[in-house]
């Protein structure tokens, strides 16, 4: 076991947070355990017993799939202005000819996005699976706002590559453009109109996991489960989008975002951002009797 819990302590010290399937498919590329549920098991029981033990941190595993709700509340108004002036952001996709959205599969991978995400200001949407009927509406809503001051959507999706994931590409685009529809006063008549509505106000493009990347980067594969109805149209191994690298990830989910930001634009947004910032800063500083 001293092989294992090595090479799970180097796989997370070179990159983390990533979650624990994330750390057992980077173990199997080692060669210190098979690619098996039962060795996964083994990983992930060995990872408990060093997160207690302090040997691995905490925070090197990432798991958004459980959270907490709790309003925010300050203990004065010097300390309300103190904080917002921290986290003061200026909104940087309003004046955009594009708004991105990164599209996220799994829960528990949030955590490997949510930096990135935040950065630049893009929304994460986790569909948990297929998403539901009410996710894709709410989305729908906001696309068909953007819409109305001659925005357009750019949605990049994230999943992974078996006989479901390949197949919740379609149905957000299908489920979106039905509520888009609905939105403009209309049914969708089949499943090729609600697409063909989806694209008059947005794209969305596959990031990964692709057939490409499952080649280039030798990435670690999985039987296909034969319960999954969706199987005998599928064709090859599954991928789980977990076998990529977390700094694969965020490199391949920044790459996206930055191809819609105007540098220039950026700048200028900045500069602003740091005088209002100081703004209200100042306005702490009144509050707590200062001279700033």
């Known amino acids: 076991m001293t092989a294992i819990r090595e090479a799970i302590y180097a796989a997370l010290a070179a990159d983390h947070p990533m979650t624990v399937r994330g750390a057992f498919y980077r173990v199997t590329v080692t060669g210190a355990i098979a690619k098996t549920e039962a060795e996964y098991q083994t990983v992930k029981r060995l990872l408990a017993d060093m997160r207690r033990s302090r040997e691995v941190p905490y925070n090197w ?42 599209w996220l599969e799994k829960e528990a991978l949030a955590g490997v996005l949510a930096e990135v995400c935040r950065e630049w200001d893009v929304p994460l949407m986790v569909c948990r699976g297929y998403p539901s009927m009410s996710f894709l509406h709410s989305a729908a809503e906001a696309i068909h706002g953007r819409a109305q001051h001659d925005q357009h959507t750019h949605l990049y999706y994230f999943g992974d590559h078996d006989p479901s994931g390949v197949d919740i590409d379609r149905a957000v685009r299908q489920g979106i453009g039905e509520s ?12 090729g109109e609600a697409e063909d509505t989806f694209y008059d106000f947005a794209t969305l493009d596959r990031v990964a996991v692709t057939t490409a990347q499952i080649g280039a980067w030798n990435l670690p594969t999985r039987p296909t489960k034969a319960s999954d109805s969706r199987a005998r149209n599928f064709k090859g191994a599954s991928v789980e989008v977990d076998s990529i690298q977390p700094a ?10 930055e191809a819609h930001v105007d540098r220039h634009e950026l700048g200028v947004l900045q500069t602003v951002e740091a005088e209002e910032r100081r703004v209200l800063e100042r306005m702490a500083a009144t509050l707590d009797g200062g001279d700033q």
């Not at 907490?68 to 309003?94: G, I, K, N």
């Not at 694969?248 to 996206?256: G, I, K, P, T, V």
Request: glycine residues 2%; aromatic residues 8%.
């Open 61 to 102: 595993i990432a798991d958004s799939s459980r959270w907490m709700r709790r309003p925010t509340t300050y203990s004065s108004a010097e300390e309300a202005l103190r904080r917002t002036a921290a986290t003061y952001r200026q909104a940087l996709w309003d004046d955009a000819p594009v708004a991105v959205e990164v």
């Open 180 to 191: 888009l529809a609905a939105l403009d006063g209309f049914a969708a008549e089949d499943a």
């Open 248 to 257: 694969q990830l965020r490199q391949l989910a920044e790459s996206c975002i």
